[in-house]
């Protein structure tokens, strides 16, 4: 392989992370002002390490992260980081909870607050209101290459899946697939190949 190729799959690699990354509109068109239930917003998003928040709003408009206590007591008192350049970019580095403040004084007790719970890339979480699969293993049919001396009498059940309710339908929350991701470098993979060949 020559140098460059071994470059251009490197770069595939190191960029297949980022094939899943999402960047949410706070507030989607109504973007980070007052008189948004930012709850709602949030409701059906899953929000993913590597994705990002982007928050756009108005010069009498800031953004702050804080922690839970002065989120709940709409203080920038203790501000972990603030924003204000009207169209700011949070990347979710860590999964857990993550709050947001307007501090212009009464724009976060009128609601311009905002808590996202991020969770681990690799977790794919069960759609609200759907208990999970649960699968039954099958019994085991292959014969013991153990010697028995009594033979077994316990009958052998069949194996059945069951879930007591239908999966919803997950919400679309803008988030790329995971089989569009996997196609992607797939196809990234057979066009780096093809020039080699």
């Known amino acids: 392989m020559n140098t460059s190729m071994v470059a251009s799959f490197l770069v595939l690699l190191l960029a297949f992370p980022y094939v899943f990354a999402t960047d949410y509109t706070v507030g989607d068109a109504n973007q980070w002002t007052q008189g948004i239930d930012y709850t709602t917003w949030t409701s059906g998003k899953t929000f993913k390490v590597g994705d990002n928040l982007v928050f756009k709003y108005g010069g009498t408009h800031q953004v702050n992260e804080v922690d839970e206590s002065d989120y709940k007591s709409c203080s920038s008192s203790n501000t972990i980081k603030n924003y204000n350049d009207g169209d700011s970019k949070v990347p979710l580095t860590k999964a857990g909870k993550i709050y ?12 311009m607050k905002l808590e996202v719970n991020v969770v681990a890339a690799s977790t794919t979480p069960t759609p609200s209101g759907t208990p999970p699969t649960t699968k039954t293993p099958a019994p085991s049919t292959t014969p013991s290459t153990t010697p028995s001396t009594t033979p077994s009498t316990t009958p052998s059940t069949p194996s059945s899946e069951t879930n007591s309710t239908s999966p919803s339908s997950p919400k679309d929350s803008g988030a790329i697939s995971v089989s569009n991701g996997v196609g992607l470098l797939m196809g990234s993979l057979f066009v780096v190949l093809g020039f080699m060949g």
Not at 101 to 110: D, N, S, V
Request: glycine residues 24%; neutral net charge; proline residues 17%.
């Open 100 to 111: 947001f403040i307007c501090p212009t004084p009464g724009h976060c007790t009128g609601g």
